[in-house]
């Protein structure tokens, strides 16, 4: 708390201070105005593209961003510790497009003071959770073959969220080769579900193995990204 950065967090500039700290209550008298869905503007140190290119680089460059808000969710965000005046430790669950930077600066001006990140640890996303992680040294350290392979997770766990379909062998080789696979009605239908138009995220297979994840644009099954599975 205390000091607001042109990146939300440590590594920016600080461009405003502020001598108010807030109490324990006043933080959590906060906390429900932050979660569900809400309306937030990203950090002008992001990703989003504006005019084709990214925000961060127009940021760098000094050039001045405006950024519209947009509707993200915040699942679940509870305080979990002060440790010093200055200083406050939360927990958060959000969906996607949610800029943690963007939700502490908003609760420090709510709060009436400013502030930034200056520790940030994401510990799961999707299946994956940090108590199941590895390192690279781990990985390392065990000769090539089969017992450097039991280390690692198989590609379904990434994928098994994903919208599905199976092809036979001709479709799935379009695929491989960079060309839209041709989805029956009834497997564009399956696969969108009560979903309109497009679908950007489709995983193909061939007999349960994946190939492709693809976008669906009316039949067409156009590859987006192709695995290689050679063995």
Not at 8 to 37: F, N, V
Not at 137 to 148: T, V, Y
Request: proline share 5%; net charge negative.
């Amino acid at each position: 708390w205390g000091a607001a950065t042109t990146t939300d967090d440590s590594e920016g500039e600080i461009i405003q201070r502020s001598d108010e700290r807030p109490s324990p209550d006043a933080i959590e008298a906060i906390l429900s105005d932050y979660t569900g869905e809400i309306e937030q503007v990203p950090p002008n140190f992001s990703a989003i593209k504006v005019k084709g290119n990214r925000a961060y680089d127009l940021a760098r460059d000094g050039q001045e961003v405006t950024l519209e808000a947009r509707t993200i969710t915040i699942h679940e965000l509870r305080l979990v510790d002060i440790p010093d005046a200055d200083h406050a430790v939360f927990e958060a669950r959000t969906g996607k497009g949610a800029y943690v930077r963007a939700l502490v600066r908003d609760m420090a001006i709510a709060l009436g003071t400013a502030g930034h990140i200056s520790a940030l640890r994401r510990v799961a996303v999707g299946p994956f959770h940090e108590d199941d992680a590895i390192t690279l040294a781990q990985i390392d350290a065990e000769p090539a073959g089969e017992a450097r392979d039991g280390l690692l997770e198989g590609l379904d766990l990434a994928l098994r969220d994903l919208p599905a379909t199976s092809l036979d062998g001709p479709q799935a080789m379009r695929l491989t080769q960079g060309q839209a696979a041709i989805a029956s009605p009834a497997q564009a239908k399956g696969i969108r579900g009560d979903r309109v138009g497009e679908v950007d995220a489709v995983l193909a297979t061939l007999h349960g193995d994946p190939v492709a994840i693809c976008c669906l644009d009316g039949l067409k099954l156009k590859p987006v990204r192709v695995f290689n599975t050679a063995r």
